[in-house]
Nanobody, 116 residues
Framework: QVQLVESGGGLVQPGGSLRLSCAAS????????MGWYRQAPGKGRDLVAV???????SYTDSVKGRSTISRDNVKNTMYLQMNSLKPEDTAVYYC??????????WGKGTLVTVSS
């Protein structure tokens, strides 16, 4: 089992920045890829960014150039630095971890609201 806890969400003005964190515990040795997803009100859950165990990264086009995903394998924590935030970035952000046996785990989410 892997447990994931997100933090760092909140209210931010358009153009502002936030850094989300995802702390992993449990069978962390089994984790391969980790990612951030988001779910806007009334919409489905969409992939935002992924970081592999080897630190390769990929981003959805809407956040490319404004966000940086990273992971600290010593602290067992993943991060998402988001800059130049827009109202359309408003969503609940979820952390996901994929294990070697193909099982995915989710955190409970952290709300990001971008509004003036």
């Amino acid at each position: 089992q892997v447990q994931l806890v997100e933090s760092g969400g909140g209210l931010v003005q358009p153009g502002g920045s936030l850094r989300l964190s995802c702390a992993a515990s449990g069978y962390i040795f089994s984790i391969t890829d980790m990612g951030w997803y988001r779910q806007a009100p009334g919409k489905g859950r969409d992939l935002v960014a992924v970081v592999t165990r080897g630190a390769s990264t990929s981003y959805t086009d809407s956040v490319k150039g404004r966000s940086t995903i990273s992971r600290d394998n010593v602290k067992n924590t993943m991060y998402l630095q988001m800059n130049s935030l827009k109202p359309e970035d408003t969503a609940v952000y979820y952390c996901n971890a994929l294990t070697m046996n193909g099982v995915g785990y989710w955190g409970k989410g952290t709300l990001v609201t971008v509004s003036s």
